[in-house]
Each structure stands twice: as structure tokens, then as C-alpha cells.
């Protein structure tokens, strides 16, 4: 079992950034991948990215691919979302995930964490 706790969330103008983090519970958190998803009510989940159970692996949506960075330090059994050049159309609940698998689709993932909310003012 795996708990997961983000935060970082908040409000930011158009330009701005933003950092989210996921801590998790556990001594197992390196032998999970981490993605992130988000969210707009009315809408799908949906992929933004995702890192390998090492690191050494990223994948990231088109839409926030140049912008946003994932990155994790299994030490702190902490995974990490940069958010830079933030747009309005960013605005959602962001979520991470875990799962025994680097994926895109959110059923792939077994575990995850409350969401925060991000707004980009413009």
C-alpha cells in the first residue's frame, strides 16, 4: 500500500511557475513509477507525464512538453513536478500516481494522491 500526499498547489499569472510535490509513504517508493495527471471538471483525466522507477526515464504530454519536468529522489521517496511558462489552459486539479509501470492511461496506475489545485490567471 501506498500513500500519496501533493502539494505546491496554488495561484500563479500566465508566465509564472510553480513546483508540485508528491511525498509517499512506504519503503517501497522506488519500485513504483510516478506519473502525473490533471484535471478540469467536465473533463477526462488527463496524462501529463511520467518517470521510470529509477529516473532514468521521463515522458511527458505534447502539451507540456519544453515546460514542465519531472523528476524524483527515491531517498526522500519524493517525486516532483516543475511547472514553468504556466498557461491558463494548465489550470486544473493535479494528481500524482503510482503504478508498477511506466504509463499514459490513469488505469494503469495503482495508487493515488488527493490532488492540488493550480490556476493560471492571465
Known amino acids: 500500500q501506498v500513500q500519496l500526499v501533493e502539494s505546491g498547489g496554488g495561484l500563479v499569472q500566465a508566465g509564472g511557475s510553480l513546483r508540485l510535490s508528491c511525498a509517499a509513504s512506504g519503503r517501497t517508493f522506488s519500485s513504483y513509477a510516478m506519473g502525473w495527471f490533471r484535471q478540469v471538471p467536465g473533463k477526462e483525466r488527463e496524462f501529463v507525464g511520467a518517470?521510470?522507477?529509477?529516473?532514468?526515464?521521463?515522458y511527458y504530454a505534447d502539451s507540456v512538453k519544453g515546460r514542465f519536468t519531472i523528476s524524483r529522489d527515491n531517498a526522500k521517496n519524493t517525486v516532483y513536478l516543475q511547472m514553468n511558462s504556466l498557461m491558463p489552459d494548465d489550470t486544473a486539479v493535479y494528481y500524482c500516481a503510482a503504478g508498477r509501470v511506466t504509463a499514459w492511461g490513469p488505469t494503469d496506475y495503482d495508487y493515488w494522491g488527493q490532488g492540488t489545485q493550480v490556476t493560471v490567471s492571465s
Open positions: 518517470i521510470s522507477r529509477s529516473g532514468a526515464n521521463t
